[in-house]
């Protein structure tokens, strides 16, 4: 029951992790210098070491405001805190959990008819105004000593860069550690008085009650850093004012020392030796103290670029959050008790209706009620302790195993994922090569193709002259033997009809039917696709036909195909008519154009 | 983010390297032009050979600086302007080369008359450069002292227009025994011998700005 009670506590823990981690580690992450998941990190680390080891302080302060005693109660009013702080995060605004928290006890306060601790309040709101002054004044010094630093040493910038990043970090780590300790009595105070009383020894250190319960508290601040915090960390680090890497240093260093001096017992404590008067430890609005901050840099500036509309933003949340807090609390708490007879104090109501009788005798005394808050931190009651030395042994070794694993684990993952990728790498070098290699080995067929089309084309007309001259040869040396033998005959046997013999013999061998031959071979090889094509469209056609539609394509004359035909002018044009007829050709078309259309 | 001072030191040192070479960039262009006045085309030879080199290592280091840069994130709000800024610095030695192959390509007929002028536009021209490139260097170190140092550069910067107009005005006034193609030609290297001028003037208008970004 107690875990679900403090269900609302842990909410408003992360509403603190989303709005008030960004005044760590804003104005760093919104200037880019360090990465979110860096920050949030290092943030959570030290806000729960902050929580756990310096918590206490403030959570007095509050109790003393309104010591809330019943479960339920405490439940209700963390829960209207922590949606006010939400409905004011969504807005993109600037709040602080301690105004929130304040308002809702003060709700609290006045369902329950509990008086509130002026003194108490007083002390809060002169924080309230104190914080931001003082972290204006701290910003003021320490960016007037950097200054000073920065002038005498003359570093080089980019070293510069590189120290402030760490600057940032160890800054941050300490405003963390410092919100924790500060603001955790925001989170989880409300619940202090109904911490159970349990202890877990842990050989080198124990944890009481309420060490869990900020232990839970911060946690949850841890949650709502990683889980919310980055977009109103980009709000402080670029909206604000525009903060460079030198400032934002001197901003959050500012601010963690306003939360530091308001968190630190031991820090009051020496003041108090020396004379001076102790420090109030109070949960200071984290906000107020980074918007003082930034505001005492902009004056020492000039005042140029403080946007003010931002800081009236800012101040409107101020005033708004406390009141909204404190209104929804006490409806809340209304409905609460009505609704679902939820205990929300140990003293009876007048705002609840039923069993708890109305009496005035219910308001208690400021003295009364300080005695119940001392009640709240027990010391006499009896406290269970768990020894949890050898668990935790064993949880550190199994965590330190477990990691010890995932790194191996990790490492084994990226060798294998560079294996792979390497592998990867070269099989796509492959499957280049391939393409390339292919590409290269079609274009040299290709070539070679070429080449030999062209050298079987060489070939058959070197094989045809050679077979012309010996043709040629032959005639010759038949003309030469006939002109020999017309030679040896005596002169008066000659006869006309010898020379007409000679005449025959050249007139034969002038015939070209060889070469008539083989270029109608010839002629063939080159028009295969067309005589295809013929055949197709035209089946009916001869041999001799199909011979003039090719020579007819090489846009030929009739004289010229006569010649290779070895036939009259006047057969070819006869054949051409015959042709068309055949064909089926119109008057107005010409045959050698609708032959080359094939 | 352990090695981040590692890495800062050696950008640091990188810088300050490519302002050396821009310093001795300078200086052999001085000698180069001088050189080339006086006649001595040899010597003149080696410093445009001397000039080029420095520009190459120049680059080599500039291009280090601004890998580094981007792979560690330094400097994340002023790296763009960080950067221009080298590169602009860099035009320095860029133009030095320019003019200088210029007048080993193009071998301009100086009148005898007209070389003193040269040589004092010469003088001013370096002399804004040699000033400019501390200015950069003091800018990493002590931001608040660039501005001493802008002044000079743009007192030279002025001197080096006035003196390069004066030239001109000689040049196509005073001159009739050279031709019309010299005379031009002879502008011509005026002008170049000025802009390298004009690129500290930029360089020292950039160094400004980035000061009071810096500053804010």
Same mark, same amino acid.
């Given at each position: ?23 760590? =580690? ?94 108490? $309040? ?68 409300? =619940? ?43 709000? @402080? ?34 003041? @108090? ?68 007879? $939820? ?32 009640? =709240? ?118 006869? =006309? !009809? ?53 020579? $007819? ?8 195909? !006569? ?8 057969? @070819? ?26 | ?70 792979? %560690? ?83 030279? %910067? ?33 002008? %170049? ?11 020292? %208008? ?11």
């Amino acid at each position: 029951m107690f875990l679900f009670f403090i269900s609302s506590g842990l909410f408003l823990g992360w509403t603190l992790g989303a709005n008030d981690a960004s005044n760590v =580690f804003g104005s760093a992450v919104g200037s880019k210098l360090i990465r979110f998941r860096q920050a949030a990190i290092i943030a959570s680390i030290f806000v729960v070491l902050g929580a756990v080891l310096q918590g206490a302080g403030g959570s007095h302060t509050l109790g003393k405001l309104g010591s809330v005693d019943a479960l339920g109660g405490a439940f209700t009013v963390a829960l209207a805190a922590g949606m006010s702080v939400l409905w004011m995060t969504k807005s993109k605004l600037p709040v602080s959990t301690s105004q929130a928290i304040v308002g809702a006890i003060i709700g609290w306060n006045f369902f329950t008819g509990n008086p509130t601790d002026i003194n108490s $309040l007083t002390t809060i709101v002169a924080t309230w105004i104190s914080g931001p002054i003082l972290g204006g004044f701290f910003a003021v010094l320490l960016f007037l000593l950097l200054q000073f630093i920065l002038r005498k040493r003359k570093i080089h910038l980019i070293k510069l860069d590189a120290y402030i990043k760490y600057a940032l970090l160890i800054v941050g780590a300490f405003g963390s550690y410092s919100l924790g300790a500060n603001n955790i009595a925001n989170v989880v105070g409300v =619940f202090i008085p109904s911490a159970p009383n349990i202890a877990l020894d842990f050989g080198f250190f124990t944890l009481n009650g309420t060490q869990l319960l900020f232990l839970g508290g911060g946690l949850s601040i841890a949650v709502g850093i990683f889980t919310y915090s980055k977009k109103v960390m980009m709000t @402080v680090g670029s909206s604000l004012m525009k903060l460079n890497a030198e400032t934002a240093i001197i901003v959050v260093l500012a601010h963690s020392l306003v939360l530091f001096v308001f968190s630190s017992q031991s820090l009051s404590d020496l003041f @108090v030796r020396i004379g001076l008067p102790a420090i109030p430890l109070v949960p200071v609005s984290s906000s107020q103290a980074i918007v003082g901050a930034i505001i005492g840099i902009g004056i020492l500036k000039g005042g140029r670029n403080i946007q003010i509309n931002v800081i009236g933003k800012i101040a409107v949340g101020w005033f708004l959050t406390p009141v909204i807090a404190g209104l929804l609390a006490f409806f809340a708490l209304f409905f609460m008790s009505n609704v679902f007879n $939820l205990k929300v104090s140990s003293n009876p109501s007048k705002y609840v209706k039923g069993d708890i009788v109305v009496t005035d005798d219910a308001k208690v005394s400021i003295d009364d009620k300080t005695k119940t808050i001392e009640n =709240f931190y027990p010391t006499d009651k009896e406290v269970t302790t768990f020894k949890l030395y050898k668990p935790a042994v064993i949880i550190v070794m199994i965590i330190l195993l477990l990691v010890i694993i995932y790194q191996l684990y990790v490492i084994n993952k990226l060798k294998e994922k560079d294996k792979l990728e390497e592998y990867q790498e070269s099989i796509d070098r492959y499957d280049t090569q391939q393409i390339l290699l292919a590409k290269e080995l079609k274009t040299t067929n290709d070539a070679n193709l070429k080449l030999e089309k062209e050298i079987d084309a060489k070939e058959k007309e070197q094989k045809k002259i050679a077979l012309s001259i010996i043709r040629k040869n032959e005639i010759l040396s038949k003309l030469k033997t006939e002109i020999e033998n017309l030679k040896s005959k005596p002169e008066e046997t000659l006869k =006309f !009809a010898d020379l007409n013999t000679l005449k025959l013999l050249i007139i034969e061998n002038l015939s070209v039917e060889n070469e008539r031959k083989s270029f109608n071979k010839y002629i063939r090889n080159l028009n295969d696709s067309f005589y295809k094509n013929l055949e197709i469209e035209y089946p009916g056609l001869s041999e001799n036909e199909k011979k003039l539609c090719s020579l $007819l394509r090489l846009k030929l004359t009739s004289k010229e195909i !006569a010649s290779i035909l070895n036939i009259t002018p006047k057969s @070819v044009e006869v054949s051409r008519y015959r042709l068309r007829k055949k064909m089926n050709i119109k008057k107005n078309e010409k045959l050698s154009k609708m032959i080359r259309k094939l | 983010m352990i090695n981040i001072f590692k890495t800062s030191k050696t950008v640091s040192l990188s810088i300050d390297q490519f302002f050396d070479k821009i310093d001795l960039g300078t200086l052999n262009f001085k000698k180069g032009v001088q050189n080339y006045i006086d006649g001595n085309l040899d010597e003149f030879a080696q410093n445009l050979k001397s000039v080029s080199i420095l520009e190459n290592e120049a680059d080599t280091i500039q291009r280090k600086i601004e890998n580094d840069f981007y792979l %560690h994130s330094l400097m994340p709000n002023y790296a763009s302007d960080i950067l221009n800024l080298l590169e602009s610095v860099d035009h320095i030695i860029d133009r030095s080369t320019d003019v200088l192959s210029q007048f080993d390509v193009e071998r301009p007929h100086m009148p005898e008359a007209i070389k003193k002028d040269y040589t004092e536009l010469l003088n001013l021209t370096v002399r804004s450069a040699e000033n400019v490139v501390p200015a950069a260097r003091i800018f990493f170190t002590s931001p608040d002292a660039v501005k001493d140092r802008i002044q000079k550069v743009l007192f030279y %910067h002025r001197e080096t227009a006035v003196l390069s107009n004066n030239i001109k005005r000689k040049i196509f006034q005073e001159f009739d025994s050279l031709k019309l193609s010299e005379k031009i030609h002879l502008r011509y290297f005026a002008l %170049h011998i000025e802009q390298v001028s004009d690129t500290c003037k930029n360089i020292a %208008h950039q160094l400004s700005s980035l000061v009071i970004k810096i500053k804010m």
